[in-house]
């Protein structure tokens, strides 16, 4: 989600986001950036050196992305892969800047490493076309110069839905169940929480189709899977996802949530990382992409009061959407990998930046 840092203020056109089941009912203007933890944001706060499952540092290679375009300055997030050279990001987040940062360490204000990227140096998934749910919205950004303090993260190369996974990022936070929108009144901190993929869009849209029929299109999701998650406070009521699933015949499964933990992204993660367990170490398997509020999307079942707050984009019974990385490998390694000389050429021609089609898509992106 791309969201404005002039005057640290959200700006209301920039923060709408598009999803495909909404976007092929005419209604993307529903869209907007959610959400925070459940309780204080302070109380989720990540620091340098920070353990996680016994991983001291665990969050460290968690970037904080701002840029400037034509239309302002932007905030976003990535993580640092394996080998230190290159973040990996969204779309959204690459595809028109004419400057770009990039940090790690990020607490009380301060960074412990910055690097910056030239506008060269972002590839853009070629099938990036603008349209947020497609499975496409993901990118990398080469550093000028490599991490060698932080460990990068390696990537999953299986589809990670039913599993639990930590989120992190630089975006704006709030309470769940809060009428207060999202700000960045905590913005000097990156903050973290649990969720779990419920389900990815593919199969949402297919099984839905089904029983609302809003013209599932195969063609459109082939570009790649995304995870979808919905914001849990431990009621059915406001287990969005599950309430959906009951509707279509029980296509897929979703539970009330994992108490204290559940979290959700914020404006401003846009491109951070979604983290799964493999029992030794925390590997990236999905890239924060966008976001639907549960008011706005349980119509299209019949449905209503899924979301806490319809005041608050940010309150439990929203739902996001994350890339995921097992669908994008052999592209990220085309363009990671070290080239021979003769092929550098050939490769560089076939990842060209779409950041001209992805621009008609920019103020309906966060």
């Known amino acids: 989600m791309r969201i404005s840092t002039q ?17 092929q009912a005419g209604n993307a ?10 309780t204080d944001p302070s109380n989720w706060r990540f620091t340098p050196g920070q353990s996680f499952n016994g991983v001291a540092g665990a969050l460290d290679g968690v970037a904080r992305i701002t840029f400037s375009n034509s239309a302002g300055n932007w905030a976003c997030s990535g993580s640092l892969l394996a080998g230190g050279q290159y973040v990996l990001t969204a779309a959204h987040c690459a595809d028109d800047f004419t400057s770009m940062k990039v940090q790690f360490g990020w607490a009380n204000g301060t960074a412990a490493v910055t690097r910056t990227v030239a506008v060269g140096s972002a590839y853009v998934n070629p099938h990036w076309n603008g349209d947020l749910d497609t499975g496409a919205d993901i990118a990398i950004v080469k550093l000028n110069q490599s991490v060698t ?18 989120m992190a990022g630089y975006g704006t936070t709030t309470v769940g169940g809060s009428n207060t929108a999202t ?16 389900v990815d869009s ?16 195969a063609a459109y999701y082939a570009p790649g899977v995304t995870y979808m998650s919905d914001y849990d406070d431990g009621t059915n009521a406001h287990n969005t996802l599950g309430r959906m699933s009951d509707v279509v015949g029980g296509g897929w499964t979703s539970g009330i949530g994992l108490g204290s933990q559940e979290a959700l992204i914020a404006g401003g993660d846009s491109g951070g990382g979604d983290f799964v367990w493999n029992g030794s170490e925390w590997i990236l398997s999905g890239v924060h992409s966008w976001g639907w509020q549960g008011s706005e999307s349980c119509p299209y079942f ?11 984009s940010s309150s439990y019974g929203d739902l996001s959407g994350s890339t995921a990385t097992f669908s994008h490998i052999a592209w990220i390694n085309s363009v990671t990998a070290v080239p021979e000389p003769a092929t550098y050429g050939m490769m560089v021609s076939g990842l060209a930046l779409v950041g001209a089609l992805a621009r008609r898509r920019r103020q309906q992106q966060a």
């Open 7 to 23: 005057g640290l203020t959200m700006i209301a056109v920039a923060a709408g986001l598009l999803a495909a089941s909404a976007a």
């Open 29 to 38: 203007e529903l869209l907007t950036p959610l959400t925070g933890n459940a």
């Open 149 to 166: 303090t932080i460990n990068g993260y390696k990537l999953s190369t299986t589809n990670d839905v039913g599993k639990d996974y930590l």
């Open 183 to 198: 700000n960045w009144s905590d913005g000097a901190w990156g903050h973290y929480g649990y969720n779990t993929f419920d």
């Open 202 to 217: 593919q199969s949402y849209n297919k099984i839905s189709d089904d029983a609302i029929h809003w013209g599932y299109d």
């Open 302 to 312: 019949g449905l209503s009061g899924c979301d806490v707050s319809t005041k608050n």
